[in-house]
């Protein structure tokens, strides 16, 4: 539940300077109550899996993710679906090398674009990734199929050096900047709109610098 801020009015010595040293330190502690609610909103994804494999054989060399993700779509979201609106969802992925002596090296950066839109005339969903578009015939098959993302490609072979530490994380994301205007304004007002994940770690085993 979300405590708006409140003004409260004081008398106190000291002239307007002290009155307004003890309304703003009123305003502060309602935002203190305030902003772990808003913070908690927009936690709505979990990372339930992730994993990294190295690709040798039977296809493109390099290192391949496989991640689920577990999230539920709110209402406000779905009924814009079924208007005509379409869901951009972005999956993004950062590798970064560990270094004792200084701030961690950022090495990779990846993001995976899924769009999920509704046709009236077909009366089915797609969801594209890239290129490849894939038609459901239910909202529910269509989220089943974006909250896992399989063999996509995030590093060349090469990348990982055995004698090295690496960090990676994960997370996803509703990308609200490619809403209609009208909606943008409504993702910075109404929590519904609001959908992502924490970054989540992701295991980097020595195998993978093979």
């Given amino acids: 539940m979300l405590c708006a801020a409140r003004t409260i009015a004081?008398?106190?010595p000291?002239?307007?300077g002290r009155r307004g040293v003890l309304v703003?330190?009123?305003l502060l502690a309602g935002w203190?109550?305030?902003t772990p609610a808003f913070a908690q909103a927009s936690d709505r994804i979990a990372v339930t899996s992730a994993q990294l494999s190295l690709v040798v054989e039977g296809g493109e060399p390099g290192v391949n993710l496989d991640a689920d993700f577990d999230f539920e779509l709110p209402y406000v979201l779905e009924d814009a679906v079924n208007r005509g609106i379409a869901l951009y969802f972005v999956v993004d992925f950062e590798l970064y090398r560990e270094r004792w002596y200084w701030f961690d090296r950022q090495l990779a950066q990846r993001?995976?674009?899924y769009r999920l839109t509704y046709s009236a005339l077909t009366r089915q969903y797609r969801l594209a990734r890239g290129s490849l578009a894939l038609p459901f015939d239910s909202?529910?098959?269509a989220l089943a199929s974006l909250r896992r993302v399989r063999n996509?490609?995030?590093l060349e072979r090469g990348t990982l050096k055995p004698d090295e530490d690496y960090r990676a994380q994960l997370r996803m994301r509703l990308d609200t900047g490619q809403l209609p205007k009208p909606f943008q304004v409504n993702a910075l007002t109404n929590r519904d709109w609001t959908l992502a994940s924490d970054w989540r770690n992701v295991s980097v085993s020595a195998?993978?610098?093979r």
């Fill in 10 to 12: 004081i008398r106190a």
């Fill in 14 to 16: 000291g002239g307007p």
């Fill in 24 to 26: 703003a330190a009123a």
């Fill in 32 to 34: 203190l109550l305030w």
């Fill in 111 to 113: 993001t995976l674009t």
């Fill in 139 to 141: 909202l529910a098959e």
């Fill in 152 to 154: 996509w490609k995030v």
């Fill in 207 to 209: 195998d993978l610098a």
